[in-house]
């Protein structure tokens, strides 16, 4: 599966960003889809997820609840951030990845080693 992440971009302080992610190579549908994000000299850490079921199953890291929003289509294998309310503290190069199918998703969808494959990163800055 090869994914490719676009739309970051500079925003302000309060403004909005969407990233979209496609997924080429493999069956979309079947694999849970989580962003993550790193800023300069900090560790990867988990953004967002979505199961293949989409609906109800998206799960989001407290910093960003209620301001990030993750959807999928999988009819054009793309997954969606949806980001509002941008803060300077969101500023990172953010990642699309992709998990095969689990029963454990519920459980593993903030652990970047159960994912199988990462997009090369989008650049998101955020100025104050």
């Known amino acids: 599966v090869q994914l490719q992440a676009s739309g970051g971009g500079l925003a302000q302080a309060g403004g909005s960003l969407r990233l979209s992610c496609a997924a080429s190579?493999?069956?979309?549908?079947?694999?849970?889809m989580g962003w993550f994000r790193q800023a300069p000299g900090k560790e990867r850490e988990f953004v967002a997820a979505?199961?293949?079921?989409?609906?109800?199953?998206?799960y989001y890291t407290d910093s960003v609840k209620g301001r990030f929003t993750i959807s999928r289509d999988n009819a054009k294998n793309t997954v969606y951030l949806q980001m509002n309310s941008l803060k300077p503290e969101d500023s990172a190069v953010y990642y699309c990845?992709?998990?095969?199918?689990?029963?454990?998703?519920?459980?593993?969808?903030?652990?970047?080693?159960?994912?199988?494959?990462w997009g090369q990163g989008t650049l998101v800055t955020v100025s104050s």
């Open positions: 990845a992709a998990q095969r199918w689990s029963k454990y998703f519920s459980s593993d969808y903030d652990v970047m080693g159960e994912y199988d494959y």
């Open positions: 190579g493999g069956t979309f549908s079947s694999y849970g």
């Open positions: 979505i199961s293949w079921t989409g609906g109800s199953s998206t």
